[in-house]
Nanobody, 118 residues
Framework: QVQLVESGGGLVQAGGSLRLSCTASGRTISGSSMAWFRQAPGKEREFVARVTWSGDTYYRDSVLGRFTISRDNAKNTAFLHMNSLKPEDTAVYYC????????????WGQGTEVTVSS
């Protein structure tokens, strides 16, 4: 089993920045992708960004140029740097690890809340 623990959420004004962290423990995730998803109130969970073991990155269009996903493989940690935040970025952000197929991941964190005020 893999446990994922997110941190770094909070309240920020529009235009501000936050950095989310996700640390994996338990079974190794060596060679696996890590990703961030988010779920806004009343909406379905949506993909935000993914980073492969080798560092390739993928983003949803609405965060391109504003968010950066990265990882430190030695520390089993992924990061999501969020800049120029908008009220529509408000959501619970979830970390995921070990891609099964498409957007299906084997392990999920408990989520960290991000609120962007206008």
């Amino acid at each position: 089993q893999v446990q994922l623990v997110e941190s770094g959420g909070g309240l920020v004004q529009a235009g501000g920045s936050l950095r989310l962290s996700c640390t994996a423990s338990g079974r190794t995730i060596s060679g696996s992708s890590m990703a961030w998803f988010r779920q806004a109130p009343g909406k379905e969970r949506e993909f935000v960004a993914r980073v492969t073991w080798s560092g390739d990155t993928y983003y949803r269009d609405s965060v391109l140029g504003r968010f950066t996903i990265s990882r430190d493989n030695a520390k089993n940690t992924a990061f999501l740097h969020m800049n120029s935040l908008k009220p529509e970025d408000t959501a619970v952000y979830y970390c995921a690890a070990v891609l099964i197929r498409d957007y299906e991941y084997a392990y999920w964190g408990q989520g960290t809340e991000v609120t962007v005020s206008s």
